[in-house]
Antibody, heavy 124, light 106 residues
Framework: QLQLQESGPGLVKPWETLSLTCTVSGDSISSGSYYWGWIRQPRGKGLEWIGSITSGGDTYNNPSLKSRVTMSVATSKNQLSLKLSSVTAADTAVYYCARASPGHCGGGSCYGYWGQGTLVTVSS | IVLTQSPGTLSLSPGEGATLSCRASQSVNTYLAWYQQKPGQAPRLLIY???NRATGIPVRFSGSGSGTDFTLTISSLEPEDSAVYYC?????????FGQGTRLEIK
């Protein structure tokens, strides 16, 4: 059973860079052809897709976040990372990493596996 | 692609049926998924590719539609179905979610 666990600082100062890690267990990031996704959710609001990355390192970002997003894969550590630069209060949210389940969506971006989410607050 | 869900809130009694709608601003073929989210929890995938139930999802959850109009139907509601439901398209980048429908069980 695949498990995802987000981690990172819970508090980030405005205009600094938010850095999160998603640790994957129960399967190798390199196995199969999957799109790994990052999604966030401000408190009391809906879901916003941040971006996706393949195990080969191909990335797809949400244009609404302009060029502030950097995603990477560390296959040796079985981890994904997300960096969001120049954060403001509008970036305060629960951040999730996610992946499709085997046999669903051809490994594409429908998310059967989710981490528990990590709350990041942007405040001075 | 903008996804618009309706209604915003639905209040129904146990045993009743629920119909939730998701309309896309342009065709997404059948690249549409539905999620259920309860307070304090991550979303749970219910339906993928418009009409396929995800692993372990009860048969009372069903999805239909293609192109721009989609429906999530929950037959015979149970108290634990109280949640927010989101649709999501993966036809084009950027992936987008609907704004959600809140389902309340009386």
């Amino acid at each position: 059973q695949l498990q995802l666990q987000e981690s990172g600082p819970g508090l980030v100062k405005p205009w600094e860079t938010l850095s999160l890690t998603c640790t994957v267990s129960g399967d190798s990031i390199s196995s199969g052809s999957y799109y790994w996704g990052w999604i966030r959710q401000p408190r009391g609001k809906g879901l916003e897709w941040i971006g996706s990355i393949t195990s080969g390192g191909d990335t797809y970002n949400n244009p609404s976040l302009k060029s502030r997003v950097t995603m990477s894969v560390a296959t040796s550590k079985n981890q994904l990372s997300l960096k969001l630069s120049s954060v403001t209060a509008a970036d305060t949210a629960v951040y999730y990493c996610a992946r499709a389940s085997p046999g669903h969506c051809g490994g594409g971006s429908c998310y059967g596996y989710w981490g528990q989410g990590t709350l990041v607050t942007v405040s001075s | 692609i903008v996804l618009t869900q309706s209604p915003g809130t639905l209040s129904l009694s146990p045993g009743e049926g629920a119909t939730l709608s998701c309309r896309a601003s342009q065709s997404v073929n059948t690249y549409l998924a539905w999620y259920q989210q309860k307070p304090g929890q991550a979303p749970r995938l219910l339906i993928y590719e418009a009409s396929n139930r995800a692993t372990g999802i009860p048969v009372r959850f069903s999805g239909s539609g293609s192109g721009t109009d989609f429906t999530l139907t929950i037959s015979s509601l149970e108290p634990e179905d109280s949640a927010v439901y989101y649709c999501q398209q993966r036809r084009d980048w950027p992936i987008t979610f609907g704004q959600g429908t809140r389902l309340e069980i009386k």
